[in-house]
């Protein structure tokens, strides 16, 4: 019973600390202003979390666990680079939509000011999604026996920078230019230059 009181303690935090992420840009998150909107004490928070970074940590676990969770079950399921390259596309640019607090967090954005590490580990996580493409980009010619345009480093690099700005654009229109908003479109252009 405390197991489960203390995990959802954890959840709350992490909710309100994405909730506060989306609702102030601009404005950093303190712990008595996080304390707040849980509606516990700042000690409460200490209790579940050492510091102010291991709940940004925290939210970045979820965004890895959830990512690359998905990740794996299309790359199970889909075995064509293109259909899985778009995919993957779409999941991370999708996630960023309905989650706008994280998108925040992993444009970098609500993370200026904060240690080195948060920022380490956002750097991290787009380098995850590289390597994803770079996989499906590799197993192309075996799988499909057809040769990549170009060189699959740079092909994946291509992809990921621009996921990493549909994302940085979403957060600097404040929400309003959604990533999904061209993603059939951009990605007819991507698939004839890169997979056809």
């Given at each position: 019973m405390t197991t489960r009181k203390r995990s959802n303690r954890k959840q709350e935090i992490l909710q309100a600390l994405a909730t506060m992420l989306e609702n102030n840009p601009g404005e950093r998150i303190t712990?008595?202003?996080l304390a707040e909107a849980?509606?516990?004490?700042?000690a409460a928070l200490?209790?579940?979390?050492?510091?102010?970074a291991r709940m940004f940590e925290g939210l970045l676990d979820f965004v890895e666990e959830t990512l690359f969770s998905r990740i794996n079950k299309i790359l199970e399921e889909d075995k064509?680079?293109?259909?899985r390259s778009l995919k993957i596309a779409q999941l991370v640019l999708l996630f960023a939509e309905k989650n706008p607090g994280i998108s925040?967090?992993?444009?970098?954005?609500?993370?200026?000011g904060e240690q080195l590490r948060l920022r380490t580990r956002v750097t991290s996580?787009?380098?995850k999604?590289?390597?994803?493409?770079?996989?499906v980009l590799r197993e192309r010619p075996m799988r499909e026996g057809k040769d990549l345009v170009s060189d699959d480093n740079v092909i994946a690099n291509l992809l990921t920078s621009w996921i990493e700005g549909?994302?940085?654009q979403f957060v600097r229109s404040d929400f309003k230019h959604l990533p999904s908003q061209h993603l059939a479109k951009q990605w007819q252009l991507f698939h004839r230059a890169l997979f056809s």
């Open positions: 712990t008595a202003k849980v509606g516990v004490t700042e200490y209790r579940h979390f050492p510091s102010k064509m680079s293109a259909s925040r967090m992993i444009s970098g954005e609500a993370l200026m996580l787009f380098e999604i590289e390597t994803q493409f770079k996989q549909q994302i940085r």
